[in-house]
């Protein structure tokens, strides 16, 4: 099972598909050179600034910072969305094998699952390297069929991958998108050294000051709200 259609399960029930075998623990890690632009390792030497620490990864908190966690039944986060100028980003850490990034798949994953959906992909190039702007089938408030702009932007890191969706005006803006951009480039994955099967999602949880409402239900729909976490001030 690819990485879009686990993902579109996770959302959904909370559920990990359990075909992907785990990472053998003797495998050698491959030597990899320092990272100069984020998103950042958490062995990186991080830009200063104040950080949300939601376990698995920690999101940069600048003053006003307006943030959503999706949660299953459970009340495991499972979706980071954070609102940018306007603009949404969502924000999903996964684990990845030793020895090679995966965006590379998954990008041709989205497409062909967005595709098949009725919508449109277009792969070219970004400040992240290759991502993905789409156009998904929506159903508008009223009932009916609508087209609705998506942008893909990824990142492999060291045994991790980070996923960002983006909505609003900064999927189609590039004025829009610099502080979303900038955003996702400040994010800390925190892969850790725990066994994790390629492709499921690291564990996050909410910041210990904040407090959120009952655990939602997501749907696969980018512009859906999960329960509001509230401002930093």
């Known amino acids: 099972m690819g990485l879009f259609r686990n993902m579109r399960s996770v959302m959904t029930d909370g559920t990990q598909s359990d075909d992907v075998a785990g990472e053998p623990e003797d495998e050698a890690v491959e030597e990899t050179a320092p990272r100069t632009t984020g998103p950042w390792d958490d062995t990186d030497e991080q830009p200063d600034g104040p950080y949300l620490d939601l376990g698995g990864l920690k999101v940069p908190a600048p003053p006003g910072l307006k943030m959503h966690m999706d949660t299953d039944k459970t009340g495991r986060v499972i979706l980071v969305r954070v609102e940018v100028a306007g603009s949404e980003l969502q924000l999903a850490p996964f684990a990845a094998p030793r020895t090679e990034g995966i965006w590379d798949e998954i990008r041709t994953e989205i497409a062909e699952q967005i595709t098949s959906d009725g919508g449109k992909a277009e792969e070219r190039s970004g400040p992240f390297g290759l991502e993905l702007a789409t156009s998904v089938m929506v159903r508008t408030p009223e009932g009916r069929s609508g087209k609705r702009t998506v942008r893909w932007i990824g990142a492999d890191g060291p045994r991790w991958f980070l996923r960002g969706v983006i909505t609003g005006p900064a999927a189609t803006d ?32 909410l910041p210990d000051q904040q407090v959120a409402e009952e655990p939602t239900e997501p749907s696969f729909d980018p512009l859906t709200r999960g329960p509001e976490i509230t401002e930093i001030r």
Not at 193 to 202: E, F, N, Q, Y
């Open 174 to 205: 590039p004025t829009a998108a610099e502080p979303v951009e900038r955003l996702f480039a400040g994010c800390v994955v925190v892969r850790g050294t725990a066994a994790i099967p390629p492709r499921d999602m690291l564990e996050m949880r």
